[in-house]
């Protein structure tokens, strides 16, 4: 059973997604920015990329106009779910944005060019794109390598995680992605250093990324610590406990608590005010 809710606060738009058993995740795109800036930032970077990113027609005229648009992973069609419930996740999630009047933006390498918004047809083939495994799962650091290699040896898709997902709608220009839940650091983690690449690119790339919370098979207060040392700013979405993937509970504090999409949006842009290059962290 799937349940949806959707509130708009104050110009800046949320969609709360929620599925008992499956995952718990909220949409916010944030739509409050200084568009003369945004506009520089955004016609730069396409310009500075286009060799690189593929981006779909309606997903770019909405970044050049300043309209709202959010990422979306793609490891979750790829790998998450079987077919066909993998692309009906992945067609609600899109239906549910563009009801909002935001423009969708699922990303995917594909071919050897990270594309930033996929046609239906093409949505349809990376669902099933698992079970043939035709698809190979894609962060940050796998992005040059699927790119270079040649097509001989190139897997037809590269399913984006959250850190690469990051990665490239920050390159196109979007600043708000939305997924269910993040890595973090393994239990054991300070032992073995398996800590999720995840962490890394909130650290260094400025994008909000708004999910449901880090998954609960992590070390969620070890996960919390290195965000802090990290200087991301984490926000528990009117909760003060931070949520752990299929669970609104996890025993761990949120360090900060926000009430509105508004008060995002302000943290956000006062991020950028400060020069600061980390994302947010918003669950």
Request: proline share 4%; hydrophobic share 40%.
């Amino acid at each position: 059973t799937v349940r949806y809710e959707r509130k708009m606060f104050a110009g800046c738009w949320m969609v709360k997604y929620r599925s008992r058993s499956i995952w718990n995740c909220k949409m916010m795109m944030v739509t409050k920015q200084p568009m003369t800036m945004m506009m520089k930032i955004r016609s730069r970077s396409m310009a500075t990329h286009r060799g690189v990113l593929k981006i779909k027609d309606d997903v770019q005229e909405a970044v050049l106009r300043g309209k709202p648009v959010v990422a979306l992973e793609s490891t979750i069609i790829a790998h998450g779910f079987p077919y066909p419930e993998n692309l009906e996740v992945a067609l609600e999630a899109e239906r549910i944005l563009r009801s909002k009047g935001v423009v969708p933006a699922t990303i995917a390498v594909k071919d050897g060019s990270c594309r930033i918004g996929l046609a239906h047809e093409e949505l349809e083939n990376l669902a099933k794109s698992g079970k043939k495994r035709t698809a190979r799962k894609c962060s940050t650091r796998d992005l040059p390598i699927i790119l270079g290699i040649n097509n001989s040896n190139r897997p037809q898709w590269g399913a984006t995680t959250v850190a690469s997902t990051m990665k490239l709608a920050h390159l196109a220009g979007i600043s708000t992605f939305v997924t269910g839940g993040i890595g973090g650091v393994h239990r054991d983690g300070h032992v073995t250093m398996d800590v999720s690449a995840d962490l890394t690119e909130l650290s260094r790339t400025p994008v909000v990324v708004v999910s449901a919370g880090i998954k609960s098979i992590l070390d969620i207060k070890r996960t919390m610590e290195f965000l802090e040392t990290n200087s991301v700013p984490t926000l528990g979405w009117r909760t003060n406990e931070f949520p752990a993937f299929f669970s609104p509970f996890s025993g761990v504090q949120c360090p900060s608590r926000v009430e509105s999409a508004e008060d995002v949006a302000n943290i956000y842009w006062s991020a950028r005010s400060l020069n600061m290059s980390q994302g947010m962290l918003v669950a």
